[in-house]
């Protein structure tokens, strides 16, 4: 019996063809094959992962092209399929987010940079979020995209022992130490999804890769990422468990343990007169969050200029001359290609409708993946991986912007598992109606 449910598994592995690696393709193009091809040759930025998405380069349109072409050909017999998951919530939200991006082409100071950043968008967004749907196996795709990262820790890990330190950190095979930071941060939960998720000598790889990603962790000196890594896991546990325990939506004991640490951080800093700078000074040895006061204090001048509609989708940061941010912002804002806030950014770009989007699709990702824990079809290993992955994400979104951004890593694993929790529900909901 065992024996036919995992030649089953495999055939429907096999069936899925490219689509069932399009998420592995592309997070590979991300963490490995652009940092060793272009990012070794291009100056350091303020914000390396999504320097590349905002520059209009030839491999970056010719990849992103062929992989839909490519996934378009790839599901020509699942029309039935295709036109199922275009109903879907999670689908339906992102796609109402890529209207008002190609609408705000209208009143953007920069349509042609717009356009073409709205169609990056548009197409990384089709390439990842539609296979999710249309695949017979989506823990196969999960299990590529986890040795795309136990590739990429490798290599880091031979570019650690081999390459000199940067000034400020290791950087591995990027440009930045922050950028090495947050992309072995998610590997490392990745690699502890492996020792959950498999046997024997795999289990022992696993395990070897995750102590590599926390030696990775330390020399790059990537505090933030080494925090994530190391809570963020344990909180998506105690999550996960209780929601087992409980038998209730994950959502519940997450909202009131975030709850419960609002109220508890506010008691002992009203007890023992801690600040806001006073965190920060213990964070980043200022007062301002390395700079970030300074920045969203301008960019909330700038969204009060325009907040229900906003500047235009990518019609802010990097858009040349004339531009609000070099002919208004102070100092070293004027350099930047972000606002270090995924939410505030978003709100600058697009207004409080793009927010509101935004808004409606975390809730949808967040209440599709809480309901994961409670699946007996998604198991706790997986269960566990999305809630880490969400956890992150919003958090990392707090001190930098990864949301609608380009192909950033982050985004990009936020995306799919949104789509993958959602696919889920669709599954068990066609299994039911004999779909």
Known sequence: MVENGIAVTRERSRSDGLLGWVPAIAVGYATILMPLFVFRTAPAVDDPATAAASSSNLLNQVFWLLLLGSIAVAFRHRLARLEEALKQPLVVIVGLYMVLAFASILWSPVPSIAFRRATLQFIVVAALVLPAFLVEDRRAQIDRLMAVFFVTIALNLVAVLLLPAGRLGHQGIYTHKNELGLIVAYGFIFCLYGMMRLGGLGRFVAAGLAAAAVLELVVSKSKTSLGL???????????????????????????????????????????????????????????????????????????????????????????????????????????????????????????????????????????????????????????WLFMSIVIVTLCHNLLESSWFRGYSVVWMLFLLVGAWAQAGRRGEGNRRSGF
Do not use: K
Not at 243 to 257: E, V
Not at 275 to 300: C, E, K, P, V, Y
Not at 348 to 371: D, M, T
């Open 229 to 383: 890594a190391l809570l963020i896991p344990l909180l998506a546990l105690a999550v996960v468990a209780a929601s087992r325990f409980l038998r209730i939506n994950a959502l519940f004991p997450l909202f009131f343990g975030l709850l419960a640490c609002l109220f508890v951080g506010l008691f002992v800093t009203n007890l023992v007169d801690f600040s806001f700078a006073d965190l920060s000074m213990l964070l980043f040895d200022d007062t301002t969050f390395t700079g970030r006061t300074i920045i969203w204090d301008f960019l909330g001048d700038v969204i009060s200029r325009r907040p229900v509609l906003g500047q235009g989708y990518g019609s802010f940061w990097d858009i040349g001359p004339g531009s609000i941010v070099l002919t208004e912002a102070p100092g070293f804002v004027a350099v930047l290609l972000q606002g270090h806030n995924g939410y505030v950014d978003v709100t600058v770009e697009l207004g409080l409708a793009g927010l509101l989007v935004l808004v409606a699709f975390l809730a949808c990702v967040l209440y599709n993946v809480c309901r994961a824990p409670n699946d007996r079809r998604s198991g706790i290993a997986e269960a």
